[in-house]
């Protein structure tokens, strides 16, 4: 291939996003390969778009923090809700749970772990179905936690 028409085609092709390119020509084979595909990563900008919301415009959304709500799975495995198959739940939503009660059982590869309850309050609902898979870390069920006045207030009468 002659010198002028690869030039050519190497200037064609130097502003796409092409990273290689070969011919074939009376049984002769040529191509080229970019050695290194440059990447320059965006500067930050503080510029607004027209048409576009800021987020700073909106109001404020309120900070809920329920991973202390939650209990979660400690492992991945599947959700039981009972201790036998058929049983009944060892919790129901509505239900109020202690501290280190047993609300649910999580089982992967026929070990049984009993799951309890790491906060006092009410079950106001249950996130995953029962035999299905859970990950770790993933709630299983919101909590409303109960206040220390309450658990007093229920003790004196």
């Given at each position: 291939?002659?010198i002028?028409?690869?030039?050519?085609?190497?200037?064609a092709?130097?502003d796409?996003?092409?990273?290689?390119?070969?011919?074939?020509?009376?049984?002769?084979?040529?191509?080229?390969?970019r050695k290194?595909?440059?990447?320059?990563?965006?500067?930050?900008s503080?510029?607004?778009?027209?048409?576009k919301?800021?987020?700073?415009?909106?109001?404020?959304?309120?900070?809920?923090?329920?991973?202390?709500?939650?209990?979660?799975?400690?492992?991945?495995?599947t959700?039981l809700?009972?201790?036998s198959?058929g049983?009944?739940?060892l919790?129901?939503?509505?239900?109020?749970?202690?501290i280190?009660?047993?609300v649910c059982?999580?089982?992967?590869?026929?070990v049984?772990?009993?799951?309890?309850s790491?906060v006092?309050?009410k079950?106001?609902?249950?996130?995953?179905?029962?035999?299905?898979?859970?990950?770790?870390?993933?709630p299983?069920?919101?909590?409303?936690?109960?206040?220390?006045?309450?658990i007093n207030?229920?003790?004196?009468?």
């Open positions: 291939m002659e002028e028409k690869i030039k050519s085609i190497l200037d092709i130097k796409t996003d092409i990273e290689e390119i070969w011919f074939e020509k009376a049984g002769e084979k040529s191509g080229f390969r290194d595909i440059s990447f320059s990563p965006c500067e930050p503080d510029k607004i778009i027209p048409g919301s800021n987020i700073h415009d909106k109001e404020p959304v309120p900070k809920i923090s329920l991973s202390q709500n939650q209990i979660k799975s400690t492992m991945v495995g959700f809700r009972s201790a198959p049983g009944k739940p919790v129901e939503e509505g239900d109020f749970v202690s280190d009660q047993k059982i999580v089982e992967a590869m026929k049984m772990k009993e799951l309890t790491q006092a309050g079950i106001v609902k249950v996130l995953v179905a029962d035999n299905h898979p859970v990950e770790y870390g993933q299983l069920f919101e909590v409303e936690p109960q206040i220390k006045a309450d207030a229920d003790k004196r009468g």
